[in-house]
Every structure is written in C-alpha cells, then in structure tokens.
C-alpha cells in the first residue's frame, strides 16, 4: 500500500509536469492570433504590391487559432486536476478518462497514460479511491 502511494504521488507530480508542458506548446497558436488581428486591422502588407489579404483570411487565423489555445488549455487544466485527484485519492473515474485521454498524447502522455491506467486498476489501489482499506 505504501508503495502504492508513492506511485500514486509520483504520478500527480508527472501530470503536473505534462499539464506544463501542455499549456506551454497551446500558446504557439498566439502567431495565429496575432496574424488574424494584423489581417483585420489592415496592419499586414500587400504582397508583391497586390491586394491585401481578404477579411475573411483574419477571422479564419483568429477563430482558429484562438480554439486551438482554449482546447490546449482547458486539456492543461484537466490534466493539472487528474494530477490534484491522484495526490488526493479522489474521483477514480476521472483519472481513468483523462489517463485514456492521454495516451493520444505521443510520446509523453502516452507512457503516462498507459503508467496511470496500469496503477489505478490494481484492487489496492482502487480501494483507497473509494476510501476502504485494502484487505491484506
């Protein structure tokens, strides 16, 4: 059971690392941003000496990428709670979503994905999630 909590701690700590790291690439997206909002404000040259790019061109670059930012970061905010629930040994079911979530997360939320799924479906382990002592 102790090494169980371990695991399970060493775990939180790694979500909380690919929640970084989550969060961090889902800011790349902001150049798309940016290039929308110049195409919309006219800020953007012609080039070649032709015609500006069309409006259309600015709301596709901000729309799109400002969804990818919020996607990015709401999945860095899913996996900072799996992280949080794991250190707790609260809400099973969730951990095991976002585990499975995860593992199309190549190549680091894949080993973390299929590391979680592995601990959290051992009887030990799922017993402290509902909060009964394991039976020795």
């Known amino acids: 059971m102790d090494e169980d909590l371990?695991?399970?701690?060493?775990?939180?700590?790694?979500?909380?690392?690919?929640?970084?790291?989550?969060?961090l690439f889902s800011c790349f997206p902001l150049v798309h941003v940016a290039l929308g909002i110049a195409v919309l404000m006219g800020k953007?040259?012609?080039?070649g000496g032709g015609t500006p790019p069309p409006v259309f061109?600015?709301?596709l670059f901000l729309l799109v990428g400002s969804f990818i930012i919020l996607l990015g970061w709401g999945t860095a905010f899913c996996v900072f709670l799996a992280g949080r629930k794991l250190a707790r040994c609260k809400n099973w079911t969730f951990c095991?979503?976002?585990a499975a979530v995860q593992i199309m997360m190549v190549p680091l939320g894949?080993?973390?994905?299929?590391?979680t799924i592995v601990t959290l479906i051992k009887e030990p382990v799922k017993q402290m999630f509902t909060g009964k002592a394991p039976s020795v």
């Open 6 to 23: 371990k695991r399970l701690g060493l775990l939180s700590k790694l979500h909380y690392v690919l929640g970084g790291l989550i969060a």
């Open 96 to 98: 095991i979503a976002v």
């Open 57 to 59: 061109v600015g709301w």
């Open 44 to 47: 953007l040259p012609a080039s």
């Open 110 to 115: 894949t080993l973390l994905g299929i590391f």
